[in-house]
């Protein structure tokens, strides 16, 4: 089935190896932009428990029909974090062993950001590395995980603690998909949106505030705006940064709260962006104790995301100490002691070493 597609929009990922991002609504049914990146005759299409009973059938017909001849296998996860583990790694490797997958074939991750990861993990480490097609279901994904090439699955120590850079081939985001997706997923999505905004476009931020309501209503067009110039944005940083030597780190602005705050919870409480959406307040709170920004653009980043209905403060039962502790195993940590993304205000993140702890848990602790 080929359907002719109204509006794309397109972002070029201008990474080692360049790829593009397809951005709009019925993409899942255009099979010659899928099958357009496919080197091989052979792709297994990695998905969830949520997505493929839904989507997982059009993929594979549009693909089959643009690419005749061409085989699908399928590896399902269990959908959730609690998927995105070594032991699940080791699965998908296993599916890609009894198919016989060879070095030019595909893997297609049809997901949210826990598919995606893993899957793009995988891509990473099969044959030292093969194709990885990212078609992110989940407006997170869209405008986040999906775009970079960070790939990874997690421990029980930490999130992410074990993976590799693996740039996708290619990006594909059908925004319809966006209408399945359980409001909370939507929401946690838009804390990414406005990461963007937080951390480097005032007026993008400026832009969110004003469309708050179509994106809470799922409205495409607003969707759609708010995925092309979120993805614009990550293109910008990835490219000029793709192994994250430096302003790629700004990208986790509010994650090393969020992420002690997940892992803290066992992965079971706040999903990833409401945890994001808590970090990003707690580290607007950190940069006006510090004297770096006015509390008034605290209050404001807040605000907004309390209008999108995330959480912006730390769950009940955390205890500051316990979270401190977590964040001393976060990437961003090194033998000089915590660094963290803070701002200077609206639209200007930077990183800030030697942050001492008591700074930390009076943060966590207001
Ligand atoms: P997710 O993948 O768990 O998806 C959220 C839920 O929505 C799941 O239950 C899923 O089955 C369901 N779902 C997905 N698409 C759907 C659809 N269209 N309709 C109905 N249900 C749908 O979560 P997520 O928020 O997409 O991703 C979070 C993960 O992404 C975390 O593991 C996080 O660490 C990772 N992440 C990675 C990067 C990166 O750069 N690689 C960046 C940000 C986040
Ligand atoms: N999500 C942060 C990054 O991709 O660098």
């Not at 016989?100 to 598919?115: K, M």
């Amino acid at each position: 089935m080929t359907r002719s597609i109204a509006k794309i929009t397109t972002v070029e990922v201008g990474d080692a190896k360049p790829y593009t991002i397809s951005i709009g609504p019925g993409l899942l049914d255009d099979g010659a932009t899928l099958a357009a990146t496919l080197r091989g005759r052979h792709a297994l299409l990695v998905s969830d428990g949520n997505v493929a009973p839904l989507y997982a059938d059009r993929v594979t017909r549009a693909l089959r029909s643009a690419k005749p001849g061409m085989r699908v296998d399928g590896y399902l996860l269990p959908a959730g974090e609690a998927s995105k583990t070594l032991a699940h790694f080791a699965e998908a490797i296993d599916a890609l062993a009894a198919i016989g997958a060879t070095r030019d074939a595909c893997i297609v991750a049809l997901g949210g950001g826990v598919v995606g990861d893993l899957a793009g993990f995988v891509a990473a480490c099969w044959m030292r590395g093969i194709d990885c097609v990212q078609v992110p279901t989940t407006l997170l994904a869209m405008v986040d995980s999906s775009v970079g090439g960070k790939t990874a699955v997690d421990l029980p120590q930490g999130k992410n603690l074990v993976g590799a850079f693996h740039p996708p081939r290619a990006v594909i985001a059908d925004t319809e998909v966006l209408l399945t997706l359980p409001p909370r997923e939507l929401r946690a999505g838009l804390a990414e949106v406005v990461k963007y905004g937080a951390i480097r476009d005032a007026g993008f931020l400026d832009w969110i505030e004003a469309n708050a309501a179509a994106l809470m209503d799922g409205d495409d067009a607003a969707l759609s705006e708010a995925v092309a110039r979120s993805c614009r944005h990550k293109a910008e940083v990835v490219a000029r940064d793709p192994y994250e030597h430096g302003e790629r780190a700004l990208l986790n602005f509010g994650h090393t709260f969020g992420h002690a705050i997940e892992a803290e919870q066992g992965f079971g409480g706040l999903n990833h962006g409401e945890a994001v959406a808590v970090g990003m307040v707690l580290a607007a709170k950190l940069s006006a104790q510090l004297g770096l920004a006015a509390e008034t653009d605290a209050a404001r980043l807040a605000a907004l995301l309390a209008r999108l209905e995330l959480p912006v403060a730390v769950p009940a039962g955390l205890q500051a100490e316990a979270l401190l502790e977590r964040m001393r195993l976060d990437k961003k940590a090194d033998a000089t002691g915590l660094r963290f993304v803070l701002w200077d205000g609206i639209g200007a993140a930077r990183v800030v070493a030697g942050v001492p702890d008591e700074a930390v848990l009076a943060a966590l602790e207001t």
